[in-house]
């Protein structure tokens, strides 16, 4: 039945559900296993058909790269850092940030200076309207003083006076509007040639001053941004290095604990071994004479008929056991040819487990499966009830899975397991079997209309 499951990747849910743990586990692998090797057989299919006919492309085609050759032939290849002028990447990164520092104090630094440019430009505006305002008041001192002396003089004394005056204040006038004038324009000359030469060679100092300090800000900042960067990086792969180290020792121990129970399970069954001293026993006595027990007439071999992956319905469930299974003598005691105490019909999980819900720890049953051609061992564990799936073949009978142990009888899967674990890790030994609950038994379809057995109630 495995074989069938990865044959064609696939298994029912309702199958899945009859698995152990243990077992869903174990498939999981065998499936992942198959489309491993799936996968490389396609893998190694591809490279020898592209080794019997390699693909050629036109260089004109679309999506085609012709990479360049070296003196050798081959693709010609760069590694950064092999060459003798090749500088590290780190001094390439620390002279791209100072690039860039530098570049951004300047921007800075542009700003300021047209900044200091529009408040000197503003401040001389303001002394050019001063000077204005002061010309404009000196023209009208002038007119009020001509008006008052026309007002206090004879017509004709008035005129020379007038005219006296006027041409003495006409003088006087130009004269000092000459020197206003000289003053003004010296004065505007030597703001613009000292105090604004001065303020501006001041200003430009200042800004090349401040584009240099803000640089080296700039800088120092991208320094520590990168020596805090280096230094999460190296904790962060101190801690996966730890991390690594850590599930290293973890996955070490799992496999010593692993190796450790693998060595337990070889000793188990080489004990188990040894209980088939009786049959060499019974060889020693029917040397001596002593004949053995013959087997039941019920354990011939039944050859096995080729059927789908699992049953349809109950009907074919049963149709199976009496045809493949009952001849073999399956769910009777070889001892008492009765019906086995643990054997029940075809149950449901659900209906086996509540007959186990109040049973102690290693009570057990053994159930006809419904889902698939063999048989469900129901256990009785501390917290739960688990349930282990057998498969049978024409080799024997075995739990689903590989490298498992191959029985010749269902009687014997039993028996082993009353003395050895089903799985290491559970401890699963069959202790207490338990019977039938109701009348009639739940196996009356597949074993009572042959043989009349005595069920404990």
Known sequence: MLQQILQEMYIDPELLAELSDEQKQVLFVKMREEQVRRWKDSEM???????????????????????????DGHEWVWVMGDHSNDRRIEDILEEEAKTDALRKAELEMEKLRQYEEKDLKERLELEQQDVEAAKKKLEEEIRRKKEEAEMY???KEARMVAQRLEEEKKKEEQKRVENLRLRACKKCEDLQQSSFAQERRVSMEKVEKAKRRRSNELYVRWKEMRRQIEKTAEEESQEVEDNWHFREKQAKEAEKQMQTLAKRAREEHRNSLRLTSGVISAASAFAEGVKPPLPPKGGTKVSRKKRSMRPKNKDDVVKWFLEEEKPQGVGIDPKTKAVATWFHGVISRVDAELMLQSKTLGAFLVRVSERVWGYTISYRAEDRCKHFLIDTSEAGYQFFGANQVLHASLHEVIEFHKNNPITVMGGEKLRHPVGQSKDPPDYQGLLQSKILESTSL
């Open 153 to 155: 003089q004879s017509i």
């Open 45 to 71: 299919k591809l490279e020898i058909e592209d080794k019997k006919n390699p693909r050629k492309r036109k260089p004109g085609r679309k999506g085609f790269v012709k990479f360049l050759e070296g003196s």
